[in-house]
């Protein structure tokens, strides 16, 4: 993945900003995929009560005909190859780490605004501790 | 005593979704590594690598992963899970750490102490924001009223 042909033919040096639009890019598509695929869980209503109801076909079919599942999984997908993409362009070291701390706080505004999750003080600190400590961990 | 406290099989599911997810990748990562690099020109090569049983085992365990961490979303917030799951991160450092014999900088330790914190902190609190029912919440508005 990081000794892609196309790695090899750009140079060395990537303007700042560019680096910053690619990981934002990143950390958009897979908070918006994120809150989506949360959205389309909660309208279903919790799988393991639906499993032990209809049976494990029973919630695989609750989650295959929600449209709201779709378009999350979509975003995810877009995450996903966004992810590839940067990290054909940027450092393994700084993208990876960087994405996957971001999108923890990201996540967390997200969670408040469109979801109406009751992020309080104490999931705030979780959501930054979490996120400084992920980048630690995976730098 | 937090309303929504969780089952010792919800908790499993979290357990789940945290430790495949990092073993997955690093299944996926182990599995690729091993194959000759893999260009656009040539997609066959990436539909065999996918039967390679490295990555064929990563696959099973995203699976796993994406399944739990799906059901884990139907009764629980984005914003209780996704720090609960930071914590396979921990898990797998310390299973290099003490299984595998790998060495551990000061600087991933921190990381490790600062996400224990994190999700020690979301653990205590409940897992599900109570939503009241639309009339439910008029009613609420009338007697504060």
Sequence with gaps: MTTSPLAATLPAAINPWVAAAMIAAVVLTSTTGEVLTAAAMKSIGDLDMIRAHSGLK?????????????????????????????????????????????????????????????????????????????????? | MPKHSLSPRQYLILGVVAVSAPLGDSCLKRGMAALPPITLAHPGALIAAVFTPWVALGIALLIGFFASYLTALSWADLTFVLPATAFGYVIIALLARFWLGESISLERWAGIVLITLGVGFVAQGPSLTEHPAPEEAEAQDVETR
């Design chain 1, 58 to 139: 029973g919630a695989i079919r609750a989650v295959v005909t929600c449209p709201l599942f779709y378009a999350g999984v979509f975003f995810l997908a877009l995450a996903f190859f966004s992810l590839l993409f940067a990290l054909n362009h940027l450092n393994l070291s700084l993208a990876g780490p960087a994405t996957a701390s971001l999108t923890l706080v990201t996540n967390a505004i997200a969670g408040k605004i469109f979801l109406k999750e009751n992020v309080d003080r104490r999931r705030w600190a979780s959501a930054v501790l979490v996120c400084v400590g992920v980048y630690l961990l995976a730098h």
